[in-house]
T-cell receptor, first 111, second 118 residues
Framework: TQLLEQSPQFLSIQEGENLTVYCNSSSVFSSLQWYRQEPGEGPVLLVTVVTGGEVKKLKRLTFQFGDARKDSSLHITAAQPGDTGLYLC???????????FGKGTLLTVNP | GAGVSQSPSNKVTEKGKDVELRCDPI?????LYWYRQSLGQGLEFLIY????????KSGLPSDRFSAERTGGSVSTLTIQRTQQEDSAVYLC????????????????FGPGTRLTVT
């Protein structure tokens, strides 16, 4: 069973649209990270959330950690073609070193 | 400073041969991780190093897989007698801390080695 479920798996939108990607689990995480991966490259860390209910903003990206620290969302406002990539959420439990990754959301933003 | 580097970037090998994959972490990062990424499977944890020790090898798929780290820096992942199911992208990551703080989860990845076993 997948510990972290991401949805949707694929998302294709037009430039300028808004979107939300979800990361859900039945387990509690001590921290949760969001990464973006482009073809042929490794994942790049976008944000870490630690506190239940925490909201972090990174330009047009807004990340939220659920109150119970079991889920998270990533909202992108006015998407641009440069936002295209695979978005991965990853959760750490207990001692923090071992990340469990979701399978990712493949986002395509069309000009 | 420089990021995590991995070599080779691509490796094609014949079934049954041994391969070595190398990772150079970010200078000063004490923790190092190996993951495997296959199509449709997401990232799969293989092994975690804290310094030169590997307190968690639980993700290694079989005894054909081994890894070592020397001088608290460079790590090598070795796959013996490769099989076709070993084909994947092998990713290395490092972090400033291994445990105990959220920083441990802030892992910085290399570009990966794409392994193809024919």
């Amino acid at each position: 069973t997948q510990l972290l479920e991401q949805s949707p798996q694929f998302l294709s939108i037009q430039e300028g649209e808004n979107l939300t990607v979800y990361c859900n689990s039945s387990s509690v995480f001590s921290s949760l990270q969001w990464y973006r991966q482009e073809p042929g490259e490794g994942p790049v860390l976008l944000v870490t959330v630690v506190t239940g209910g925490e909201v972090k903003k990174l330009k047009r990206l807004t990340f939220q950690f659920g109150d119970a620290r079991k889920d998270s969302s990533l909202h992108i406002t006015a998407a641009q073609p440069g936002d295209t990539g695979l978005y991965l959420c990853a959760g750490a439990r207990g001692s923090n070193y071992k990340l469990t990754f979701g399978k990712g959301t493949l986002l395509t933003v069309n000009p | 400073g420089a990021g995590v580097s991995q070599s080779p970037s691509n490796k094609v090998t014949e079934k049954g041969k041994d391969v070595e994959l190398r990772c150079d972490p970010i200078s000063g990062h004490t923790a190092l991780y190996w993951y495997r990424q296959s199509l449709g499977q997401g990232l799969e944890f293989l092994i975690y190093f804290q310094g030169n020790s590997a307190p968690d090898k639980s993700g290694l798929p079989s005894d054909r897989f081994s890894a070592e780290r020397t001088g608290g820096s460079v790590s090598t992942l070795t796959i013996q007698r490769t099989q076709q199911e070993d084909s994947a992208v092998y990713l290395c990551a490092s972090s400033l801390a291994g445990t105990g703080t959220p920083a441990a989860g802030e892992q910085y990845f290399g570009p990966g080695t794409r392994l193809t076993v024919t």
